[in-house]
T-cell receptor, first 111, second 109 residues
Framework: KAGVTQTPRYLIKTRGQQVTLSCSPI?????VSWYQQTPGQGLQFLFE???????NKGNFPGRFSGRQFSNSRSEMNVSTLELGDSALYLC??????????FGPGTRLLVL | KNEVEQSPQNLTAQEGEFITINCSYSVGISALHWLQQHPGGGIVSLFMLSSGKKKHGRLIATINIQEKHSSLHITASHPRDSAVYIC???????????FGTGTSLTVIP
């Protein structure tokens, strides 16, 4: 079974731009969660989707949004990028409510 | 105040030593996870616990719900165990995930 895939793996943007990251979960998984990891804040929960519905949301500004498609693939979007948005963005898919399988991440650098 | 506290922050051990990493949390939880992150970023979910104890190979995870505390033990540590170990909890109100800051483990041959 293929694992969780994330694209792109690396991305460089400038302040004010917007970015869209993609996550394809393990086949059959219906839950996708997104996380941000920075050296200063560590891992932080962004949001969780299940069957195209946002089930939970972390404490991030409205510039961070996401969606899930009918094939369970998910995208997250960050608008009006700030320097502090530079981070590793991780996606995880769940076979059950609590089991999490992580993707390799997208490393975003905002200049 | 962080909802999840881990100790120690850094740990260096000789190969073969028994290792313990501790995690305390302050929120009510539905589950606790132990994650392993190797250099380069890849994260592997080691355990999900809601009570008691789980064992997988040389790894053992325990949780005490009343004391809001969990431990991850590594028996007969090996250099390939060198990684950052992260404790994460899913709260039972709001279903949020909270993460510890991680314990960086280095096992020396």
């Amino acid at each position: 079974k293929a694992g969780v895939t994330q694209t792109p793996r690396y991305l460089i943007k400038t302040r004010g731009q917007q970015v869209t990251l993609s996550c394809s979960p393990i086949s059959g998984h219906r839950s996708v969660s997104w996380y941000q990891q920075t050296p200063g804040q560590g891992l932080q929960f962004l949001f969780e989707y299940f069957s195209e519905t946002q089930r939970n949301k972390g404490n991030f500004p409205g510039r961070f949004s996401g969606r899930q498609f009918s094939n369970s693939r998910s995208e997250m979007n960050v608008s009006t990028l700030e320097l502090g948005d530079s981070a590793l963005y991780l996606c995880a898919s769940g076979g059950t409510v609590e089991t999490q399988y992580f993707g390799p991440g997208t490393r975003l650098l905002v200049l | 105040k962080n909802e999840v506290e881990q100790s120690p922050q850094n740990l260096t051990a000789q190969e073969g030593e028994f290792i313990t990493i501790n995690c305390s949390y302050s929120v009510g939880i539905s589950a606790l996870h132990w994650l392993q992150q190797h250099p380069g970023g890849g994260i592997v979910s080691l355990f999900m616990l809601s009570s008691g104890k789980k064992k997988h190979g040389r790894l053992i995870a325990t949780i005490n719900i009343q004391e809001k505390h969990s431990s991850l033990h590594i028996t007969a540590s090996h250099p390939r165990d060198s990684a950052v170990y992260i404790c994460a909890v899913r709260s039972n109100t709001g279903n949020q995930f909270y993460f510890g800051t991680g314990t960086s483990l280095t096992v020396i041959p």
